[in-house]
């Protein structure tokens, strides 16, 4: 079959450059199925995150004929979860059990880096902050968590070394940011006004983008990990293991989608609650020396194997291959 790939950010073609994804079309491939641009009449559609423009780009009014991959949370794409929508798609992915017992669908789990630090910092040598690292990001849509970070960040701006890019770019640029999103993505009857909290904040313990995430996360003792949404778990939880650190993490419940207790400390979407565990993880080595152990287990696990993005982009694409061949 012939198989249009959209990219995640619309309705352009994917641009496959190199692991890891270059597996998910080597698989796609393996099963006899060529990978086509959107615009030549596919057979098929597969969709990172909803696109109306995609489908009618691809000339597809079939439903069996298209398939969705879901990455960004409500906040950020509120079509990936429009049941109208939905109802018109052949097969949809999500990488959250959350997600799935919502909407059915099928799971997936997010793909996860594994590669650790090249050389590790010693634990008790490294800065005695939290390291941030994400980007400034605006929304307007019910649940963004974007305004929540950059209220941690200024209540807490002694405790945290932040990472990332559109920090510090002033009110001009942070007003015209998200007016854009307002505009593009939102009617003002849904808007959440907290999403404009912060606009202009400025931060002495900004650093800039980082061009390691995981060796610039294994100079500090501790992470803060606030999630998109605290109904799936990304690439940030995973990243802060991997690098060695004691995560505060505030998202989804763990358990919940898959993963295992104790390999951060959880912690509830308030400011008074982070403040009293990043004080808690300071003051106490013997939690913060359980909580290594544990992600130290876990990413030697076999559940996390199953995790490990290649791996999880192949099973990905052999599934999205089985259910083509059975249409």
């Not at 796609?28 to 098929?44: K, Q, R, T």
Request: aromatic share 12%; with cysteine.
């Amino acid at each position: 079959m012939r198989i249009a790939i959209t990219a995640q950010e619309g309705t352009k073609d994917f641009k496959f450059a190199g692991a890891p994804w270059d597996v998910f079309k080597s698989t796609l491939e393996g099963f006899g199925h060529a990978v086509v641009p959107i615009d030549s009449n596919p057979d098929f559609l597969i969709m990172n995150n909803f696109s109306k423009n995609a489908r009618r780009k691809s000339g597809l009014s079939n439903k069996r004929n298209q398939i969705l991959i879901v990455w960004e949370p409500p906040s950020n794409k509120p079509q990936n979860f429009d049941v109208k929508s939905l109802s018109r798609i052949g097969c949809v992915y999500f990488p959250s059990p959350i997600w799935v017992e919502k909407y059915g669908g099928r799971f997936f789990w997010w793909p996860q880096g594994y590669e650790g630090p090249q050389k590790e910092i010693p634990w008790e040598k490294r800065v005695n902050q939290f390291c941030f690292i994400q980007a400034n990001r605006w929304s307007v849509y019910p649940g963004e968590r974007y305004s929540f970070r950059r209220n941690v960040l200024r209540s807490m701006n002694s405790e945290i070394e932040i990472f990332g890019s559109r920090w510090n770019e002033g009110i001009i640029r942070d007003a015209l940011r998200i007016l854009r999103v307002s505009m593009i993505r939102s009617n003002w009857a849904r808007v959440s006004w907290s999403g404009f909290n912060g606009l202009g904040s400025l931060f002495s313990n900004y650093h800039g983008v980082t061009e390691n995430k995981i060796e610039t996360l294994n100079k500090h003792k501790f992470s803060l990990v606030i999630e998109n949404s605290n109904e799936y778990v990304s690439e940030k939880l995973i990243d802060a293991i991997l690098a060695k650190t004691v995560p505060l993490y505030i998202g989804a419940k763990l358990e919940k989608c898959g993963f295992p207790p104790g390999i951060a400390l959880e912690c509830d979407a308030q400011i008074d609650s982070v403040a009293e565990a990043m004080m808690t993880l300071k003051e106490n080595s013997k939690l913060c020396s359980t909580i290594l152990n544990n992600g130290e287990k876990f990413i030697k696990s076999k559940a996390f194997m199953e995790m490990k993005n290649e791996l999880v982009l192949r099973t990905l694409a052999t599934d999205i291959s089985e259910y083509i061949n059975a249409q």
